[in-house]
């Protein structure tokens, strides 16, 4: 929420910020679930996606690569969901996206989707560089159910993830230079 004045009426009002948010998820594996995110938020977020950077961005040049995340995906949003599938752990640019939002010092939140395995200790594999940011404290790990539940539950999580402490990030992790 953004604090205004109503010109010639000395009110305060109240105004809803549409936030621009960037999804970073496995697009082989999980994109119905970008599409269900994005359909059922799209009044709420303008809903910013690499629309598969593997093909948009034909390069094997790393800082290019790392140049046009930054420029065409992160600047200009304020959070980067990760939809953390079965497989989304061993994707380099789910990875490079995590980074390029951590040094841009945006919010970070883990959505654990449905198809991520739960292993017997009841836990789930996430990207190495997200999971460093659960441990800090810094990014926010919420299940798919807990996230998408409504439109308030998930801009409290949004808004939660942007007013972190910004010390607490974590991105020490070499970049992960290929798929696993």
């Not at 119905?32 to 059922?40: D, E, G, L, M, T």
């Not at 950077?53 to 034909?58: F, K, M, P, S």
């Not at 752990?89 to 945006?106: C, F, G, N, P």
């Not at 940011?133 to 810094?138: L, V």
Request: glycine fraction near 8%; proline fraction near 2%.
């Amino acid at each position: 929420m953004v604090s205004g004045y109503l010109f010639g009426s000395g009110l305060r009002v109240q105004t809803a910020v549409k936030r621009k948010v960037f999804v970073s998820y496995h697009h082989g594996g999980d994109q119905a679930y970008y599409n269900a995110f994005s359909n059922a938020f799209h009044d709420t977020y303008d809903v910013i996606t690499d629309n598969s950077l593997e093909r948009e961005i034909d390069s094997d040049n790393v800082e290019y690569v790392m140049r046009r995340i930054r420029e065409n995906y992160i600047t200009g949003s304020s959070c980067t969901i990760v939809l953390v599938g079965k497989d989304t752990h061993a994707r380099k640019y789910v990875d490079w996206e995590i980074k390029a939002t951590l040094d841009a010092s945006h919010g970070l939140i883990g959505v654990r989707l449905p198809t991520a395995p739960v292993s017997a200790e009841n836990t789930v594999t996430v990207p190495g560089r997200l999971h460093d940011n659960i441990q800090s404290g810094y990014a926010l790990w919420v299940s798919w159910a807990d996230f998408t539940g409504s439109a308030q539950a998930c801009q409290r999580y949004i808004e939660a993830a942007n007013a972190k402490d910004k010390r607490l990030i974590v991105n020490t992790r070499a970049r992960r230079l290929r798929n696993g």
